[in-house]
């Protein structure tokens, strides 16, 4: 069984368009993250939720909204998408917010031409 | 400010050779530090963890011991393989409700 699933895995899009990365997780966990993943390997946390309420915020833009609508799901959403914006994203969950390790998803490559 | 600073790559080893890879952390009180692996085009797995000063973390043959007088958490495995080539990833967390991660290194293990 997978523990935390996103989807899709590849997406392709162009400049201006809206997007949106899924992400469930089966673990029972509380608290679920985005991370974004730039080419260079440099991991970034952007957001976080536990049971639904948002934690962190970081310095994101706010072209991108993530939604919970219960603890097991995490979406992302980007509007006007952006050259930049071209990165793996990757979702997290951990048992609670201050729990221990994250269990991470196998990352969405986005890629805006 | 609280932060991970791991060595930088890309380190190039021979099969059964011996690894080892920085850390060193800055952060107050006394963080959980981890060791997370990513095999290329997947995500990140907890490859070993240790949650108080002189804690060993072990796991596959990797080992890396919590140094709170150093500051460290320095990842070592006595042998490498081809299939440990990845990038690996030192990372803490403290009060803060967020996992802080390192640069990443990454290792690529010749036959």
């Known amino acids: 069984d997978t523990a935390v699933s996103q989807t899709p895995k590849y997406l392709v899009t162009q400049m201006g368009n809206d997007k949106s990365i899924k992400c469930e997780q089966n673990?029972?966990?509380?608290?679920m993250y985005w991370y974004k993943q730039d080419s260079k390997k440099f991991l970034k946390i952007m957001f976080s939720?536990?049971?639904?309420?948002?934690?962190i915020n970081e310095t994101v833009p706010n072209r991108f909204s993530p939604k919970s609508p219960d603890k097991a799901h995490l979406n992302l959403h980007i509007n006007s998408l952006e050259l930049g914006d071209s990165a793996v994203y990757f979702c997290?969950?951990?048992?609670?917010?201050?729990?221990?390790?994250?269990?991470f998803g196998q990352g969405t490559r986005l890629t805006v031409v | 400010g609280n932060s991970v600073t791991q060595m930088e790559g890309p380190v190039t080893l021979s099969e059964e050779a011996f690894l080892t890879i920085n850390c060193t952390y800055t952060?107050?009180?006394?963080?959980?530090l981890f060791w997370y692996v990513q095999y290329p085009g997947e995500g990140l797995q907890l490859l070993l963890k240790?949650?108080?000063?002189?804690d060993k973390g072990s796991n596959k043959g990797f080992e890396a011991t919590y140094r709170k007088e150093t500051t460290s958490f320095h990842l070592e495995k006595g042998s490498v393989q081809v299939s440990d080539s990845a990038v690996y990833f030192c990372?803490?967390?403290?009060?803060?409700?967020?996992?802080?991660f390192g640069s990443g290194t990454q290792l690529t293990v010749l036959p």
């Open positions: 997290a969950s951990s048992q609670d917010q201050y729990g221990t390790e994250a269990f």
């Open positions: 673990l029972g966990h509380d608290t």
């Open positions: 939720y536990n049971n639904k309420e948002l934690i």
């Open positions: 952060a107050t009180g006394y963080p959980s």
């Open positions: 240790a949650t108080k000063a002189d």
């Open positions: 990372a803490w967390r403290g009060s803060a409700r967020q996992l802080t």
